[in-house]
């Protein structure tokens, strides 16, 4: 029996962990040294391209939930990054270089693990765990694409979502234009002097440094333009095109608005909505005090602010099924960021999700499905979900899950929630993992 993973970025070291602590012999390859991403320099594995932040540590955030589930599910890199520790107050930040010799450290002399470098450029027999990150090189991702039928997507724009319940619904109000589709947009109105404020702080507010891969990236994929450069092409080009008031009226109002900004829902139960037509490259600071000029947003919670870089992922929710397997040969998994999940961690929780539920399908065991209460399980949803039309890679947030039910009021309010959100998810991971007999 073959057990290949392909990939020793983030996803792919805890799915050979995950798949090597079972008990079974697992081939690891990676190109590095002997080819490099633009990317990548660090000839180590889990190499940490940007920040080397992992993010907060409390359990009450997204993030630091995230972790916590990770540990509990037995991941190798929690533990890693926390023996590297930076200080970096409530943050998990580690020492990039310490972090990746010590996890590649731990895979090389795992008996169970045979590391192989060099470029993969066709998909193995047997068991396969795909986990190339964004970058995946053009040798692999053409038998990739062959495979599925799809190319990659090239996501190189992406608009900013928020939360359902931090809109504000005494400014939106819910249609669609000329009536057709029902009640599926979210509509922010805006009067003349609200919109013309608006659109004098969008086309003066600061954008992000584009690195030169994406700047070539950007040119060749124009049609996925940025709304601050199509604002800045005349005050009336947004108005006339993602912000057009046509066959709408307020009802506030009962008039038909000078310019409307409309949101869309991200997930199926309305807990995220993301900004139509909003794909933007400004940074994020400017992105949350231009926003929330919007009326309706002004007290908006940004879950993902828009995005502009080289992201190759796959239509994961026409592909996959929800234990990462490829639905039209399960044999195949993947795993990290090219699955459309967006985050160091978000990447290696989901190599541990696709490494343990191939060890169950070897032992002949049913999957492992987190339930959606939990972060890992919520992220699998969003990303395998058929109803997901347009993905757009997700990071851990708290819109992710399912709301609750009580109202938390008062200055901690929101405090409260998060680790109300946090106590529900690690009882529904405990009883899943439990029911299972995973570990």
Same mark, same amino acid.
């Given at each position: 029996?073959?057990?290949t993973?392909?990939g020793?970025?983030?996803? #792919? ?15 690891l ?10 990317a990548? *320099?660090?000839?180590g594995?889990?190499?940490l391209?940007?920040?080397?932040s ?6 009450d955030?997204?993030a630091?939930?995230?972790k ?7 991941s190798?890199?929690?533990?890693c990054?926390e023996?590297c ?21 731990k895979?090389?002399?795992? @008996?169970?693990?045979? +590391? ?6 066709a998909?193995?027999?047997?068991e ?8 995946t090189?053009?040798a692999?991702?053409?038998p990739?694409?062959?495979?599925t039928?799809? @190319? ?6 992406a ?13 939106a ?8 589709g #029902?009640?599926d947009?979210?509509?922010? @109105?805006m009067?003349?002097d609200?919109y013309?404020?608006? =659109?004098d702080?969008?086309i ?16 060749v994929?124009e ?5 601050? +450069?199509?604002a ?5 080009a947004?108005r ?5 008031? +046509? #066959?709408?009226t307020?009802?506030?109002?009962g008039?038909r ?14 807990t995220?909505?993301?900004l ?15 926003f ?8 908006a ?6 995005v502009? *870089? ?7 929710p026409?592909l996959?099924n ?7 040969? @399960?044999r195949?998994?993947?795993?990290g ?8 961690m978000?990447?290696?929780g989901?190599?541990?999700?696709a ?8 032992r002949?065991?049913?999957p492992?499905?987190l ?9 699998t ?36 929630? =998060? ?7 690690l ?6 993992i439990a ?5």
């Amino acid at each position: 029996m073959s057990i290949t993973v392909i990939g020793a970025g983030m996803a #792919g070291c805890e799915a050979a962990w995950a798949v090597a602590e079972a008990g079974f012999a697992v081939t690891l390859c990676e190109m590095k040294p002997e080819k490099y991403s633009p990317a990548h *320099h660090n000839p180590g594995f889990a190499e940490l391209v940007c920040s080397n932040s992992l993010k907060a540590s409390r359990i009450d955030s997204a993030a630091g939930l995230l972790k916590e589930e990770m540990r509990r599910l037995g991941s190798l890199l929690v533990p890693c990054a926390e023996a590297c520790a930076v200080e970096a107050g409530g943050a998990l930040a580690v020492d990039r270089e310490q972090f990746s010799a010590l996890v590649t450290q731990k895979l090389c002399s795992h @008996p169970n693990i045979t +590391v192989q470098p060099g470029e993969v450029s066709a998909i193995p027999a047997g068991e396969v765990i795909i986990a190339t990150g964004p970058l995946t090189s053009d040798a692999l991702a053409e038998p990739i694409a062959a495979l599925t039928g799809k @190319p990659l997507y090239f996501f190189d724009a992406a608009a900013p979502i928020v939360t359902g319940e931090s809109i504000d619904m005494d400014r939106a109000f819910f249609a669609s234009r000329y009536g057709k589709g #029902g009640e599926d947009y979210l509509n922010c @109105p805006m009067e003349r002097d609200e919109y013309l404020a608006f =659109y004098d702080a969008l086309i003066h507010a600061e954008t992000a440094p584009l690195h030169g891969f994406e700047q070539e990236a950007l040119r060749v994929y124009e049609g996925c333009m940025p709304v601050e +450069v199509l604002a800045r092409r005349g005050e009336d080009a947004i108005r006339y095109g993602m912000m057009k008031p +046509v #066959g709408l009226t307020d009802p506030h109002t009962g008039k038909r608005p000078y310019a409307v900004v409309q949101l869309r829902r991200e997930n199926r139960e309305g807990t995220m909505w993301n900004l139509v037509g909003f794909q933007t490259n400004l940074k994020w600071g400017e992105q949350k005090r231009v926003f929330t000029m919007i009326p309706g947003l002004t007290n908006a919670e940004f879950v993902r602010y828009g995005v502009m *870089h080289r992201n190759s992922f796959l239509d994961s929710p026409r592909l996959l099924n929800p234990d990462y397997s490829l639905r039209t040969e @399960p044999r195949i998994r993947f795993a990290g960021q090219m699955t459309g999940v967006e985050g160091y961690m978000e990447s290696a929780g989901s190599g541990i999700l696709a490494g343990l539920n191939l060890v169950r399908r070897l032992r002949g065991q049913k999957p492992l499905i987190l339930p959606r209460e939990t972060m890992l399980g919520a992220l699998t949803a969003y990303i395998t979900d058929p109803y997901t039309e347009n993905l757009q890679p997700m990071g851990a947030n708290m819109g992710l899950l399912p709301m609750l039910t009580e109202k938390f009021r008062g200055r901690d309010g929101k405090q409260r929630k =998060y680790q109300a959100y946090a106590d529900r998810a690690l009882a529904a991971l405990d009883a899943a993992i439990a029911e299972t007999e995973t570990i």
